[in-house]
């Protein structure tokens, strides 16, 4: 039978995604090019680049050397002046050596300037745990960079979203920092073939539930489909929503979920305190105080620095069943 | 005229500077001998450049830096008056080299300053109406009451910078940005302050811009002073530029910020080399600013005696001797000149005061860009 390409699908894996989403807007924008460490000759460190010096050549894939303050800075720079960077961290935890040009920069640079440069440009890269290791590789940035208005902060849980997320990055004349999993850059799901956009600011009900609502972000929503899983097979109907972008946080889709199911459990692969699911928790008692039976609960990462050992790294962070264990309690 | 008679440069060494023809390189053999710092070229090599100039040009340069003083001076008192708030960081003393550089250059570059931006966004054209009125606060300011003194923009200025360093990688960019769409005919101009060679953004910005080529032209003005503590106290060798360019592959210079016809002949030598060459150049330029590090500051660790001998210095009073010497301008034209600038200035300060603030419903606009 013959497919049209509107119809065709894919089975790719995350990092094949994001690769189609870079390839894609760089043959669509000559302005769009990718910088970072290991992006070009050793074809990324964790292979989201692959192929793409050969394809593209070195003056659009472009390797560094190990200096973020100073690449971040200049991708600022090359984005005020015009070009649209893609930059590539390593880890998101090395974006600390760049803070303050994506602090004092680029997301104050639009409105401090009064609307005379926009900063289009895309940081991207692995953020959170890895598999053991340790504190200064694992930590969860979105918590510490959604204190700051002007930027734009996109955790995609699936290859579908990744790619259409990204490319949507690509296009915004935002800054935009786009967070990826280094354990997921491997799942593998089913994509159309064709192009395609997600928009950002939206989130997306991945189960439809009338019990709870679970809200999650990033690698979070696959764990939280085994808890959907296990609570259906309990008579527990979950809703479980994606936010699939964090900041701006889509709290009209969390709510319109919590008025109908009643309780609501937030989980965030990063810390408790002041975290992604704070802000929510907060905004849900804004919109929905009077539609609440029970408490907003909340699972997330306790407050360690990450471990190495496997069984404290397990401990520290939200599992399946620490997950279950808040929806019973809040059904209770 | 008194070009080679500068104050003693503190326990510093004395600076040979290796650029022939260009600003004086026997000046500097003298200055190694006396112990003492100059960076002037001679006043005959000024009075041939003035020459060479003419009249429109020089006059038209030195009403530049009299706008840029009386908007400060104005703008001081302004501050006094509670007019206006926050931050303030005065230009007096730095005049020439910004302007002896936009005379070189032009505007059509991209161009980054630290937060003592106010003459810099003046020389690209910004006009003193929206800059007072961005002091002010006002909806009509320069980035509509949101940027205040430390950030003013045009469309070739990407901006006063708060951080100190924070810029000079942004600065990279842009000259990277040139070399990515084959731009040869311009390139980026960073300014920087003495204090900011001690940042890391120094450091990792100089090293891409050399090892990619970048056409960047960075230039520390060195006004001795990182808020209260002196440049030697800072920076562990004397010579900013020509000791550190070396170690990242690039050529460094150093120039007498003081004067106007150094600042010009310097920097045409050096911005054509940038240009030719398609890489980075690393320049200091020696200047004295003759307030403190910012309006709330007396200055009390600077000797009176020393702000005396820097001002005698003065880069206004040093081009207008020489415009005398040639002929081009006598007390009244010159009196008349300071007299229409400050005109243009006070007139501002009114522009400002009777703008309209900006309208609340406005505060949650632009954050993003559409």
């Not at chain 2, 260009?22 to 005959?44: F, Q």
């Not at chain 2, 230009?91 to 250059?105: F, K, M, R, S």
């Not at chain 2, 606060?137 to 509509?144: E, F």
């Amino acid at each position: 039978m013959y497919l049209h390409r509107e119809t065709q699908m894919q089975l790719i894996d995350m990092r094949e995604a994001l690769r189609q989403a870079l390839d894609e807007e760089m043959t669509r924008d000559d302005r769009v090019f990718i910088m970072g460490e290991e992006v070009a000759e050793y074809n990324g460190a964790y292979k989201v680049t692959k192929g793409m010096l050969d394809k593209w050549g070195p003056k659009r894939v472009i390797d560094t050397p190990i200096s973020e303050l100073g690449f971040a800075g200049l991708g600022i720079g090359a984005a005020m002046t015009g070009l649209r960077p893609v930059i590539e961290f390593m880890s998101f935890n090395f974006s600390f050596v760049a803070a303050d040009q994506i602090i004092s920069h680029a997301c104050k640079m639009y409105y401090m300037s009064g609307n005379r440069f926009s900063v289009p440009i895309v940081f991207r890269g692995p953020n959170g745990a890895a598999a053991q290791v340790s504190s200064q590789h694992s930590h969860c940035v979105e918590a510490i960079y959604g204190n700051l208005p002007g930027l734009i902060i996109i955790a995609p849980s699936n290859a579908y979203d990744a790619k259409g997320l990204l490319k949507s990055a690509i296009r915004n004349n935002n800054p935009v920092l786009f967070l990826e999993s280094e354990l997921q850059y491997g799942d593998k799901m089913e994509i159309p073939v064709a192009e395609y956009l997600v928009p950002i600011g939206k989130a997306s009900v991945m189960e439809q539930g009338t019990d709870v609502t679970l809200v999650a972000h990033g690698r979070m929503p696959q764990m939280c489909k085994l808890v959907v899983k296990e609570m259906a097979k309990r008579g527990v109907r979950v809703e479980l929503i994606d936010l699939r972008t964090v900041k701006p946080l889509d709290i009209a889709t969390v709510a319109t979920s919590v008025r109908k199911t009643n309780h609501c459990v937030l989980v965030e692969e990063g810390h408790l305190f002041t975290g992604i699911c704070a802000e929510t928790a907060f905004q849900i008692q804004e919109h929905c105080f009077d539609d609440l039976d029970a408490p907003v609960a909340r699972v997330c990462q306790k407050e360690t620095p990450m471990p190495y050992s496997k069984t404290l790294e397990r401990e520290t962070m939200p599992t399946v069943e620490r997950i279950i264990a808040a929806i019973e309690q809040t059904l209770a | 005229m008194q070009f080679q008679t500068c104050r003693p440069y503190r326990q510093r060494p004395p600076v040979v500077v290796d650029l022939p023809g260009c600003i004086g390189y026997n000046e500097y053999k003298m200055a190694e001998k006396t112990k003492t710092h100059s960076h002037a070229i001679s006043l005959d090599e000024a009075l041939t450049l003035g020459k060479k100039l003419g009249k429109k040009v020089l006059l038209e340069n030195l009403r530049q830096m009299l706008l840029i003083r009386n908007f400060e001076i104005r703008a001081e008192s302004a501050y006094q008056h509670g007019k206006v708030g926050g931050f303030f960081h005065s230009y007096i003393g730095q005049e020439a080299l910004q302007t002896a550089l936009l005379q070189v250059l032009g505007p059509d570059h991209w161009y980054i300053t630290t937060y003592r931006c106010h003459a810099l966004a003046l020389l690209l054209g910004a006009t003193p109406n929206e800059l007072m009125a961005e002091l002010y606060g006002r909806a009509t300011g320069n980035a509509k009451g949101r940027g205040g003194s430390m950030h003013f923009f045009t469309e070739r200025l990407l901006g006063g910078f708060g951080i100190v360093g924070g810029q000079i990688p942004i600065a990279t960019g842009a000259a990277f940005s040139l070399k990515y769409r084959n731009i040869k005919d311009e390139l980026a101009v960073c300014f920087l302050g003495d204090g900011a060679v001690a940042q890391g953004a120094f450091h990792e910005s100089l090293n891409l811009a050399a090892l990619w080529s970048l056409p960047c032209l960075y230039i520390i003005e060195n006004n001795m002073w990182g808020m209260g503590t002196s440049v030697e106290r800072a920076i562990s060798v004397p010579r900013l530029a020509e000791d550190k360019a070396p170690g990242y592959g690039m050529k460094g210079y150093t120039l007498d910020g003081m004067d106007f016809f150094t600042c010009y002949a310097g920097f045409e030598k050096i911005a054509q080399e940038v240009l030719k060459h398609q890489r980075p150049v690393l320049v200091e330029v020696i200047t004295e600013r003759f307030r403190g590090h910012s309006i709330s500051d007396p200055a009390l660790y600077r000797s009176k005696d020393e702000l005396k001998a820097c001002m005698e210095r003065d880069p206004i009073i040093l081009m207008v001797t020489v415009l005398k010497e040639l002929g081009y301008l006598d007390d009244a034209v010159f009196e008349q000149m300071d007299k229409q600038e400050k005109d243009l200035v006070v007139a501002a300060m009114k522009y400002a005061d009777e703008s309209p603030w900006p309208d609340p419903i406005t505060l949650e606009e632009d954050v993003f860009a559409p």
